[in-house]
């Protein structure tokens, strides 16, 4: 036909809408309402109504027409049972496609009849209801209150039953849920695990049945529906998907493959270790060769990226690369991993050299970046797995690292001084390069690498000529207060925690080899200010211990650097901390039944027990410390008295017998009984009214008996 009769035609068929209009609006009674609604619902299946037209059908019906389509029961004479209820749902449809009516409320309480007309029995007839379903669906989840209203209201099961039943238009029911997935998988998991299971079950059954290119659509399709929580492994049917997903990624990842086919299989492993560690590979020699190459194939990538200068080449492969780290992080822990592990020791050390390779890639990386680029969550994802490497491996790529130093110590500072209040955030466990939300803790994953660091001269000055100390010291005043700001008590062990407990490692090890820097860098008298009022704090507290053993030996072993700061002149503070550090080093060792006799054995304290190989060590070393603050504190000797540590101890090594307890244990107490009864004629005369030259020269403490003998 021309163009002139065409636009004729367009006309007779507005003209005939515009009268059908005026029909509904004007109608006297159902018959003729319905008559004109049939010629409308044509035209709008017919995909012939514009925005402005389907607003001026709305106009006309409003929602009380439809509602009554959706509900009545009776067919009219002749027709099929479901005709009300296909005009009803087609008017919706037709409302839906303007957003504001889809999120209208009068849309959204019919989200339980969708969900069902999706569930019913289908049959020939139907299948024009369930594209308008679809559509509906569709147009409300694109709405803001959408999703919430269809998880709450039941629309998972019934799309996941949509899928496994293979119904009409199941391809649009995987779609919706990829996208109700995305947006609320921690609810939709509470409220529909079983059926979304089941919808696992099938996409995993078919992932390892199909040989053609639906096997690596899956792998793009898969992540999703593996959740954080509940776990996989926890239940039978979990562990059968995660057991097929095993078997088709070793079918995969054993082949010949171009990159468009190895990288969703690389991003689907990824996120199979993010939910579950590497407990859905299994043990033996297939799991232990499968774990093997995806760390393998994860470094090939790594450097097969990095090293290209191409920042465009880079700028594609951020997920997949992000996702190769997750792989790599895994590795790591397999290396590390003592009881059963997967790996032999010949597979161990031919990965360690791999991934060395592949963390040369990302240093190499890393020094190309760019001041504009450091926002970018990748740089975060590559600064956070190089700290997982530097925790571990401190004698690979030394020189390397050092260079490097200046470069994370800025990036750290950089986003700790920028996002000060996001840093206290829960991080992601891997920080998915898509999104905006910022990850801010770079330094968190830092620590470690940075404690071995500086237990090493060359690293240690450049960490400290970048101003290293200064940031460690804002970042654990930061997070002792995130620490103490949770309600009620101290939070159980979190990362917070472990930073605290990394950052007073750092501290140690710069008192022990620079200590002229604690005295002169103004930095450390606040440090000091902070331990002095966090000690007696947390010490009270259970299951703090060794985060309180570090913050003791710390303050000690820096009050002794500090002893002439106007903070440790008798303060309040100063008095309370050395209080607590007295009863954190009292309270470690007790008496018990010696098994091998009737007599008693010196011990560690039950409640120092669970701690005590985290512990033991920090013990020692504030022994050593107390003992060399006393000369310098005149007040000291008077708060050991009022502990009454000195009447505790004689009693406790008059009746243990002497061969339970160890050399390094009589050397340790004998340091700071030595020093108090130098200083202080009232302990000196507590000692020896408890026998204590008996006792001393029962353990062999000659410098203490020297002590007490002299006049």
Known sequence: PTPQAMASDAGDRNSTLKRCLGVLRDA?????????????????RAGEVDAKTRRQIFDAIGFTFPNRLLTSRQPPAGCPEHTFRALGLTLLACFCTDPELAGHSQILNKIPTFNDILVSSCNPDSTSMIDDVYQCLSAVMATSRGPRELVTKGTVSALCQAYVNCSYGSDRALTLLLGLLAIAEAKCWQRDAPHLLAMLSKLTNDFLKTEDMTKFELCEVLPRFIPLSPPLTQDSQGCECLHRLYKGLANILGSKLSQSQRDPALKLAACLVQACGSEWIPTGNAGSKFLALLVNLACVEVRLTLEEPDPLEVEGKKEVVTACYVLIEMGIQECLREEKPLLEEVQKMQLVRIMEEAFGAVIFYLRQVKQEELQDPFIFASVRILGAWMAEETSSLKQEICELLPFLVHYAKKLFKEGSPAASLPQPELVSTEGSGLPQDALRFLLPGFCHLTAEDRPRDILISEGAPALLCEYFLHQWEVLTSEPGSLTPLTSTEMSLQTACGIFLNLVVTAPDLIRRDKTFSSLMDILLKSLPLLLPQKDHLVLAANIATLG???????????????????QEFFGAAIRFLSQAHTTQADPGSDGLAAAVSPAYASAWADVRELWFLGMQALAGCVPLFPWLPQAVLQARWLEGLSELLARVAPASVDFELIAAFQGVLVELARASKPCRDVILSHHGGEWANLYGMAALEQCLSEQ
């Open 28 to 44: 006297r009674n159902d018959s003729e309402q319905f008559a004109a609604l049939l010629l409308v619902t044509k035209a709008v």
């Open 556 to 574: 000690l072993m820096m009050a002794r650097i500090l002893a002439s700061s106007a903070v440790l002149q008798g303060t309040q503070s100063a």
